[in-house]
T-cell receptor, first 111, second 113 residues
């Protein structure tokens, strides 16, 4: 499993766009990049997944450069309810490898 | 859809007691796993299973046992509870062939006194 590095914490004001970057220098050819969101006292939930370039859904966008050694989760116009821990996961799509999480990034949205 | 169901949600144990945290999923997922999360910390993998009859250790397996007799169920057993096992436990599952979308249960809060 590729090792990932994320900032431990970030602060943002309401209404701003937030970008959280994850470094994964040893990403493998068959690895996908997946982001999860965890609210206090809840299990993580899937936000978005991508392999290369850009992926967008109703919640977020995921930007992946050509070398795939990093990825950026973009949250548009955050609100207080976006305060959570965000985890970057790099692993093959499918397969039988164990899934381990890094420390995540704690995002605090400020009024 | 029930998804991943964990029981109990809250439990208080005395040091040395044993107990089992139950986990069931109704999505026919091959992969199931248990994580623990200490206050303010990330998720640490305890044990995982890639199918019925197959289990393996994660990052922090000591003090815990698992078995996988059916696709649906993956119980976690604490053999002799210790205060260091006070934590929130999350069960998770995913389909092997459908990417990395992992489904988590709601968590089980365990306090060992």
């Amino acid at each position: 499993l590729a090792k990932t590095t994320q900032p431990i914490s970030m602060d943002s004001y309401e209404g701003q766009e937030v970008n959280i970057t994850c470094s994964h220098n040893n990403i493998a050819t068959n690895d996908y990049i997946t982001w999860y969101q965890q609210f206090p006292s809840q299990g993580p939930r899937f936000i978005i997944q991508g392999y290369k370039t850009k992926v967008t859904n109703e919640v977020a966008s995921l930007f992946i450069p050509a070398d795939r050694k990093s990825s950026t989760l973009s949250l548009p116009r955050v609100s207080l309810s976006d305060t959570a821990v965000y985890y970057c996961l790099v692993a093959p799509s499918g397969g039988y490898q164990k899934v381990t999480f890094g420390t995540g990034t704690k995002l605090q949205v400020i009024p | 859809n029930a998804g991943v169901t964990q029981t109990p949600k809250f439990q208080v144990l005395k040091t040395g007691q044993s107990m089992t945290l139950q986990c069931a999923q109704d999505m026919n997922h091959e992969y199931m796993s248990w994580y623990r999360q200490d206050p303010g910390m990330g998720l640490r993998l305890i044990h995982y299973s890639v199918g019925a009859g197959i289990t393996d250790q994660g990052e922090v397996p000591n003090g815990y046992n698992v078995s996988r007799s059916t696709t649906e169920d993956f119980p976690l057993r604490l053999l002799s509870a210790a205060p260091s096992q006070t934590s929130v436990y999350f069960c998770a599952s995913k389909a092997q062939q459908l990417g990395n979308t992992i489904y988590f249960g709601e968590g089980s809060w365990l306090t060992v006194v």
